[in-house]
Structures are given as structure tokens and as C-alpha cells.
């Protein structure tokens, strides 16, 4: 029998990271009580729909728990950064799900600087004990997958990430109330996908 050749492996590894986060990240299981942040950017916020309809809303009423949004239209991430704490301090949440960078991306904003303001961010909040799942945002296109700078900070970090759902969903003209926001379908979508992400890994 032939033994593996240990280049083929080391090749099916690397083309299987560039597929997959490489790590092992899971989530410690929420207890019923547990609150989890939603923070971010007018995709967190609900744009284009009513407050009810937004992402966070249908989060909670899909998974029974308290789910605060925290998401502000038009954001960068170094309005973000300035913005975070007050909120970690004000609600104590178990877990953060960040979603932010778009308009970083929308307005041209070096992209080194868009990753150093997510990672004092994911500091910040680990520096809490939170736990954070960190959701990508595609570059300007609209038409690929998030932005390498999401995938870098997942391993670095070893967060439990979302590469492709909001490139997914504006790939869709159905899902969308204009060109970079959802529609109530959309954000339904959203929902439903970070509720598995929190099932997969075990929060729930």
C-alpha cells in the first residue's frame, strides 16, 4: 500500500484552511438568563425595515434570549471602537456579535486600519471575558467573500466567524431593500444563520 505524500498533505491542509477558519473555536453554552450584544453597523441596526424586523429582534424571539441591539447606521469601525465599551459596561453581555467594517469598506478606508479597530475591539471585549462571533463583510464588490482582514483576525483570535452569509445575501435582489441593505426576508436570513452558528458551537 502507498504512504501518503507528504506534499499532497501539507497541500490539502493549507487549501482546506483557505476554505475553513483554522481553529478550533467553539462557544461556551448560554445559560437561558445570558445576554448577547449585537453590535454594529446599519446591517445590525435594521435598515430598511421596521425595528422588529431587524436581525437582532428575530434572533431573539428564535433562540429565547435576550438580544440587545446595538447597531448604528452609517458606523465605521473607529466610531465603533469609541462606542463599545460604554455599551460592554452598560449591559454586561455573555456574548458580542460583531458586525461591523462595511462602511470602512464603502468609504475607502485603509484596511489595516479597519482590522486594527476590530482587533482592539475583540481585546476589548475578551479583556471582559466575552466571547465574541465575529461575522465577515465582502469587499466593495458586494460580489465576493468578506474581506480577507475578517478570515486573519477569526484565526488569530480563534473566533467562531461567518465568512460568507452577508455576501450570500446580497447576492440576492430578493432579499435586498436596496443595494447594501436587507429587506425583512434578508435580515429573517441573517437571523436564522446566527442561530446556527450559536447551535453548531454549542451556545445553545
Same mark, same amino acid.
Given at each position: 500500500?502507498?504512504?501518503? /505524500?507528504?506534499?499532497?498533505?501539507?497541500? =490539502?491542509?493549507?487549501?482546506?484552511?483557505?476554505?475553513?477558519?483554522?481553529?478550533?473555536?467553539?462557544?461556551? $453554552?448560554?445559560? &437561558?438568563?445570558?445576554?448577547?450584544?449585537?453590535?454594529?453597523?446599519?446591517?445590525?441596526?435594521?435598515?430598511?425595515? /421596521?425595528?422588529?424586523?431587524?436581525?437582532?429582534?428575530?434572533?431573539?424571539?428564535?433562540?429565547?434570549?435576550?438580544?440587545?441591539?446595538?447597531?448604528?447606521?452609517?458606523?465605521?469601525?473607529?466610531?465603533?471602537?469609541?462606542?463599545? $465599551?460604554?455599551?460592554?459596561?452598560?449591559?454586561?453581555?455573555?456574548?458580542? !456579535?460583531?458586525?461591523?467594517?462595511? /462602511?470602512?469598506?464603502?468609504? @475607502?478606508? @485603509?484596511?489595516?486600519?479597519?482590522?486594527? /479597530?476590530?482587533?482592539?475591539?475583540?481585546?476589548?471585549?475578551?479583556?471582559?471575558?466575552?466571547?465574541?462571533?465575529?461575522?465577515?463583510? $465582502?469587499?466593495?464588490?458586494? =460580489?465576493?467573500?468578506?474581506?480577507?482582514? &475578517?478570515?486573519?483576525?477569526?484565526?488569530? &483570535?480563534?473566533?467562531?466567524?461567518?465568512?460568507?452569509? !452577508?455576501?450570500?445575501?446580497?447576492?440576492?435582489?430578493?432579499?435586498?431593500?436596496?443595494?447594501?441593505?436587507? @429587506?425583512?426576508?434578508?435580515?429573517?436570513?441573517?437571523?436564522?444563520?446566527?442561530?446556527?452558528?450559536?447551535?453548531?458551537?454549542?451556545?445553545?
Amino acid at each position: 500500500m502507498n504512504k501518503p /505524500n507528504p506534499l499532497f498533505l501539507i497541500t =490539502f491542509f493549507l487549501v482546506l484552511c483557505l476554505v475553513q477558519s483554522c481553529n478550533n473555536a467553539k462557544l461556551s $453554552p448560554l445559560p &437561558y438568563s445570558a445576554k448577547i450584544l449585537a453590535f454594529g453597523d446599519s446591517l445590525t441596526f435594521g435598515k430598511g425595515v /421596521n425595528k422588529n424586523q431587524s436581525y437582532p429582534t428575530v434572533l431573539a424571539d428564535l433562540t429565547g434570549l435576550t438580544v440587545i441591539n446595538a447597531g448604528v447606521s452609517g458606523e465605521t469601525t473607529e466610531q465603533g471602537l469609541l462606542r463599545l $465599551p460604554g455599551l460592554l459596561d452598560k449591559h454586561q453581555p455573555d456574548l458580542v !456579535i460583531l458586525l461591523e467594517g462595511g /462602511n470602512d469598506i464603502l468609504r @475607502n478606508i @485603509n484596511l489595516s486600519k479597519t482590522k486594527t /479597530n476590530l482587533a482592539l475591539m475583540i481585546e476589548s471585549m475578551h479583556a471582559r471575558g466575552i466571547e465574541v462571533v465575529l461575522i465577515g463583510v $465582502p469587499q466593495k464588490s458586494l =460580489f465576493s467573500s468578506s474581506a480577507d482582514l &475578517y478570515q486573519e483576525l477569526a484565526d488569530e &483570535y480563534q473566533l467562531v466567524f461567518d465568512k460568507n452569509i !452577508i455576501s450570500s445575501l446580497l447576492k440576492t435582489p430578493a432579499l435586498k431593500s436596496d443595494s447594501v441593505h436587507f @429587506n425583512q426576508q434578508g435580515y429573517r436570513k441573517l437571523a436564522e444563520r446566527v442561530s446556527e452558528i450559536l447551535q453548531d458551537n454549542g451556545a445553545i
